[in-house]
């Protein structure tokens, strides 16, 4: 059954680096979202993508996050200068793009920030 | 008053028992209400997709949804030491691209 892929599984990063979280989406769908889940918290909503443009974004997605399709598989998340508040498990989700199709989430990315 | 509430657990049953887990929320404006498990260090999986009020079944689970008291319930029938994980609900205003808001999970563990 196809799969949402999501590398890498576990990243380490500085306070202030940057960081790009990759996300294969299932290759029929059209729209792609992350989400994300601080330990012990619930799994919040950060962004919708489709047709190449943000469709909707959580007040966490600040200046911070940008997401882009850099080519027709990937879909990725970039944090710019990563703060100790953003390790958490990053999930990326995707959906067939008919109303109200069912999201599929990948297995996420641990991103740590010391 | 917190969006979509749900008791984190945890919640132990013997194989077999029938299992029964709830999640209330705030917005009546909601409209897809959906549960999906999660497995330790694993992505949330789809387990059942529900449009407004009334049930829908699925083998062994059955998804509840009550709009006029909103309440959402997931049974588990015949639980299997396979069921143990967590099991979150979540729940969306409808139209593709729109966030689900989840609850924070009921961690479930089933004994043989």
């Known amino acids: 059954e196809p799969e949402v892929t999501q590398t890498p599984s576990h990243q380490v990063t500085q306070m202030g680096q940057e960081v790009i979280l990759r996300c294969v989406p299932i290759?029929?769908?059209?729209?792609f979202y992350w989400y994300r889940q601080i330990l012990g918290q619930k799994v919040e909503f950060l962004v919708s993508?489709?047709?190449?443009?943000?469709?909707?974004k959580s007040e966490i997605f600040d200046d911070q996050f940008s997401v882009e399709r850099p080519d027709g598989s990937n879909f990725t998340l970039k944090i710019r200068s990563t703060k100790l508040e953003d390790s958490a498990m990053y999930f990326c989700?995707?959906?067939?793009?008919?109303?109200?199709?069912?999201?599929?989430f990948g297995n996420g990315t641990r991103l740590t920030v010391t | 008053q917190k969006e979509v509430e749900q008791d984190p657990g945890p919640l132990s049953v013997p194989e077999g028992a029938i299992v029964s887990l709830n999640c209330t929320y705030s917005?009546?404006?909601?409209?897809?209400f959906m549960w999906y498990r999660q497995y330790s260090r694993k992505g949330p999986e789809l387990l059942m997709y529900?449009?407004?009020?009334g049930n829908k079944e699925d083998g062994r689970f059955t998804a509840q949804v009550d709009k006029s008291s909103k309440y959402i319930s997931l049974f588990i029938r015949d639980s299997q030491p396979s069921d143990s994980a967590t099991y979150l609900c979540?729940?969306?205003?409808?139209?593709?691209?729109?966030?689900?808001?989840f609850g924070k999970g009921t961690t479930l563990s089933v004994s043989s």
């Open positions: 989700a995707s959906s067939v793009g008919t109303a109200n199709s069912p999201l599929h």
């Open positions: 993508f489709y047709n190449n443009e943000i469709s909707e």
């Open positions: 529900t449009y407004s009020s």
């Open positions: 979540a729940m969306t205003l409808g139209g593709t691209g729109t966030a689900l808001i």
């Open positions: 917005n009546s404006a909601f409209q897809y």
């Open positions: 290759s029929n769908h059209l729209y």
